[in-house]
């Protein structure tokens, strides 16, 4: 049995500089999803703690050095920071595994991928922040710059904790915005020690704020306060309508990353065992439990039952167990409710007249009897109306979907509300980019899938959100435009005599 601390001490959070409990006392438990039983207990913020920590990130934005600091003494923080947290990535890891249930090996490499975005951010910041001089047809001096958004509220997701809050947080931060964090219910405690990290790294107090507790009421009040500027939110898409909602009153400006349900388009000319590989690989991390896995496998005719049959063996044949055992591929869904969910949608694959290849029920064999399993799930013969090829199942559940062309495959790729990513295997380079061109999603793999960095803009189209992270363009996501005008030439002058307002 591989054990993590049985209990970790009750966690508290962090508003204006200070290590805090909710003002009415109130927490909640989290379960490890491996083990059944509690792990640790958490915050229960409410509305007042949640307008304490904006009204913190307020005046530090309002009042604070932070805004007026330069890049180069902001990255000094973000630095250290970034030292902190390659020493505490084992530590980082276990901690989310036991929250979440997903492999500790898979948090490692979700670390590693992301974590040098702390640094990314600082040297990408410094360009824009210079001043962009326009030559126009009036001689006039005409200046573009960049400056903060303000009092920025960011909430992630339960899947990746550290992976969604690097994508925001070094972004917005660096730019001279202050925050105000939510992390997901489930997943508070990779948020609460790099807060940690930035305390010892000398941010100024209220810059950085983290709330923990229900996001029905923290984070409807961070989307309704007119003292946030910006809010940055990963998660469902029908939540995210609610953001859109509640951000009206102020018109705050929004940033979406919702869900997905991506195809996954193999073409014929691709071996099939490679295919098959493919298709695992794209709904192997995370457990499914991922918004741009390639949960819709397209398989050209011509090898379609091949490949079918070996992925289900492949899928089927990987190691499902507790999440800090370093031999685990396929750890025990979040909580309880996400495994009955997936359980449902499965029930409604067969129904529907799905072939289930493997897979398909709750795991209970000794270790395993108390946690939140699901052996890995293989549907061919799905049509693109199931539910299990509408819906984000959001579990390691993989629908394969038939299709004779080209033109077929496109189609059927884009019937759907999301856009959030897409794949396509196949070794015609001409094909691979003409048919990654038509697909309608933000990010597309071609003969690979889950690569990707901190110099790619990373984001959706249609129901999958608004705007991007990471990347240059993730910088650019927390500032606002401002052009400055500027006539050291006398043409007003001659402007108002031509208007007769001498």
């Known amino acids: 049995m591989v054990k993590y601390k049985e209990r970790l001490e009750e966690q508290k959070v962090f508003i204006d500089g200070e290590w805090t409990t909710a003002s009415k006392g109130d927490t909640y438990s989290i379960i490890n999803p491996s083990t059944g039983k509690t792990f640790v207990e958490c915050q229960k913020c409410d509305v ?3 307008k304490r920590a904006i009204d913190a990130a307020r005046d530090a934005f309002d009042n604070g050095p932070w805004p007026n600091m330069s890049i180069k003494e902001r990255s000094e923080i973000l630095y250290k920071v970034s030292d902190m947290v390659a020493k505490k ?14 492999p500790v090996l898979q948090h490692i490499v979700t670390i590693l991928d992301m974590s040098p975005n702390f640094k990314y951010v600082c040297t990408r910041a410094e360009d824009l922040a210079k001043p962009n001089r326009i030559y126009g047809e009036f001689p006039i001096d005409q200046i573009v710059l960049r400056e903060q958004d303000g009092v920025v509220a960011l909430i992630t997701p339960w899947n990746v904790p550290f992976w969604q809050m690097a994508l925001k947080l070094p972004a917005a931060l660096i730019s001279g915005n202050t925050v ?11 948020a609460i020690e790099i807060a940690r990290m930035f305390e010892r790294a000398g941010l100024p107090k209220g810059v950085f704020d983290v709330v923990t507790g229900p996001g029905s009421v923290v984070g409807a009040e961070m989307a309704k306060s007119e003292k946030v500027d910006h809010i940055a939110f990963t998660g469902e898409t029908t939540t995210g309508k609610d953001i859109v909602k509640n951000a009206i009153g102020n018109l705050k400006k929004v940033t979406l990353e919702l869900g997905g349900k991506s195809p996954n388009i193999i073409f014929d000319d691709f071996p099939v065992e490679e ?5 695992a690989m794209g709904v192997s991390l995370a457990n499914g439990e991922e918004c741009f896995a390639g949960t819709r496998v397209l398989v050209q005719d011509k ?4 490949v079918a049959k070996k992925t289900a063996e492949i899928y089927g044949s990987l190691n499902v167990g507790n999440a800090l055992s370093l031999k685990t591929n396929i750890g025990p869904l979040v909580t309880e409710e996400q495994m009955n969910k997936v359980l449902g949608y499965i029930e409604s694959g067969k129904e529907e007249g799905a072939t289930l290849l493997c897979g398909g029920y ?15 799930t293989v549907f061919s013969d799905v049509r693109n109306d199931m539910k299990i090829a509408r819906e984000e199942i959001f579990g390691p559940v993989i629908s394969i979907i038939p299709f004779s062309t080209e033109e077929e495959a496109i189609k059927i790729a884009n019937d759907t509300i999301y856009g959030l990513a897409g794949g396509v295997m196949t070794k015609d380079k001409e094909r691979a980019i003409r048919v990654a061109r038509r697909i309608k999603a933000g990010n597309i793999f071609v003969n690979t899938w889950h690569m990707t960095s901190s110099d790619m803009p990373f984001g959706g189209y249609k129901q999958s959100g608004w705007g991007r992270l990471a990347s240059e363009e993730g910088i650019k996501e927390f500032t606002q435009i401002k052009s400055i005008y500027a006539d050291w030439h006398g043409l007003t002058k001659w402007l108002m005599k031509a208007m007769l307002l001498h």
């Open 180 to 190: 105000v964090f939510k992390p997901a219910s489930q997943t508070p405690l990779s």
């Open 362 to 376: 709750r795991l209970k064999e000794e270790e395993l009897k108390d946690g939140f399993f699901i052996a890995p």
């Open 48 to 50: 007042e703690d949640t």
């Open 303 to 306: 090898i379609y039952k091949e």
């Open 89 to 102: 990535t084992w530590d980082l890891s276990k901690m989310d595994a036991c929250c979440n249930g997903v």
């Open 275 to 279: 295919a098959a590989r493919m298709a």
